[in-house]
């Protein structure tokens, strides 16, 4: 049997048990700064992942989101937010858990190892040409996700992989090899930790870099945000007077001439009829700052 990194025998492993509460809840927090630490090295491909999904979303196709267990956890997160937090449209958006929807009650097991079933939700999303991929799986090797990468690149679509194991078959046939070099884990096999922990944080990486080079991020807020509760309707507001400088009431006022729509609502704000401010935010695709800039330079 082959042992996989994340189960080889961790330098604190002997002392967990014997720990005090704080001194085990120590020991764990140094493993996972150890794991984000682990992110850096593989900042290249993270920021061509980044450019790659963005690339993707912009053209109208699909980014898809693959994973089994703790592993598509990881990525499931973040697929769930891209929506909410970009104003990325559903249907761009795409998960393929192992398992599907009744899975995330139980986690079974076995799910992961089943080809067929990957088979089969590969034939139901239909990736193609201009699609990303985006499979995470600690070993680098499990049956679902790597059946779905290879179904998906041999119809077309960049892969990019996410593996916490070296030299493995997700990374050797990624377009964007991710390789998180987390090694062992203080719990021995247990990747909801360290693996875990790179993964959430590359995963982070890529889709908010994503969401600047869409236009979808002004000064650090989240100016594309879909603002579907109270929190986030004050939220919009907010950015619309802190960018323009007028009250919080003539920015309500503002977005209610935009259906909630931060980008041209702060245009609004700064003096643009709702007509301008959408061909100011078409011009520069989208990004505020430069559709700014114009609407200043030609008052």
């Known amino acids: 049997m082959t042992t996989r990194r994340t189960e080889a025998r961790h330098l604190e492993a002997d002392r967990l048990h014997s ?4 001194e085990a809840v120590a020991a764990i927090l140094t493993g996972q700064i150890a794991a984000l630490d682990a992110t850096s090295t593989a900042r290249d491909v993270i920021a061509a992942a980044g450019l790659a999904m963005a690339a993707a979303i912009a053209s109208g196709h699909k980014v898809i989101y693959v994973g089994a267990g703790s592993s598509g956890l990881m990525a499931l997160a973040d697929c769930l937010e891209i929506p909410g937090t970009f104003g990325v449209p559903r249907h761009q958006i795409a998960m393929l858990f192992a ?11 076995a799910v992961e190892d089943d080809s067929d079933l990957a088979a089969a939700d590969v034939a139901r999303i239909a990736p193609g040409p201009g699609d990303l991929v985006i499979a995470v ?4 090797s499990t049956p679902y996700t790597l059946t779905v990468a290879k179904a998906a690149k041999a119809h077309g679509a960049s892969i990019a992989g996410l593996a916490n194991a070296e030299a493995t078959p997700l990374l050797q046939i990624a377009d964007y090899p991710v390789f998180l070099d987390t090694g062992a884990e203080i719990l021995a096999g247990s990747t909801r930790l360290g693996a875990a922990t790179a993964q959430k944080a590359a995963l982070n990486m890529i889709s908010t870099l994503a969401g600047v080079r869409l236009g979808h991020v002004h000064e650090g807020r989240m100016v594309n945000v879909l603002a579907d509760n109270a929190k986030l309707l004050d939220r919009a507001a907010g950015m619309v007077a802190d960018f323009s400088g007028i009250d919080i009431d003539a ?8 259906g909630g729509a931060v980008k041209p609502a702060i245009l609004i704000a ?6 301008q401010a959408n061909t100011l935010l078409a011009e520069s695709g ?4 430069p559709a700014l800039s114009a609407l200043r330079q030609g008052a």
């Open 137 to 140: 799986s600690a070993s680098g």
């Open 270 to 275: 700064c003096g643009a009829t709702a007509a």
């Open 19 to 22: 720990h005090d509460a704080a």
């Open 286 to 289: 989208g990004h505020v700052g």
């Open 251 to 258: 920015a309500r006022a503002a977005l209610g001439q935009t």
């Open 99 to 109: 398992g599907g929807a009744a899975a995330l009650l139980e986690m079974p097991g």
